[in-house]
């Protein structure tokens, strides 16, 4: 996490528009574009060329940054589980074990 040194949030795509004119079909773009969550409402943004290269990576930091942090928390978890009574684990066996999806018989 500590080597991650660019973060984004958001998600890049690519943007195209067709037009007609004179009865014919043009493809404009494509452009980048940046979509992004902000204050509870969609935002995107239009990326300039000469800045695609960095917006990208720094997306890509923000993935990575949650992939680890997802890994770390289940990983912290489990141990914090491990070191639980016995007692304890039994108690709480369905929050740390998988369940069987048989069906239960009445």
């Known amino acids: 996490m ?6 984004i949030r958001g998600h890049v795509s690519v943007q195209t528009f ?19 969550r902000e204050k509870g ?6 990326v300039g060329p000469d800045e695609v ?3 990208v990576a720094g997306v890509e930091g923000y993935a990575r940054f949650q992939k680890l942090a997802q890994r770390y928390a289940a990983l912290t978890e489990q141990m914090t589980w ?3 009574a016995p007692d304890i684990k039994k108690k709480f066996r369905h929050f740390w074990r998988p369940i ?7």
């Open 53 to 55: 290269k960095a917006i």
């Open 2 to 7: 500590a080597r991650i040194d660019q973060m």
């Open 82 to 84: 491990e070191k639980q």
């Open 100 to 106: 069987s999806r048989r069906p239960r018989s009445a």
């Open 18 to 36: 067709r037009v007609q004119r004179d009865g014919q079909t043009i493809t404009q773009g494509p452009y980048p574009l940046l979509q992004r």
């Open 41 to 46: 409402k969609n935002n995107c943004q239009r």
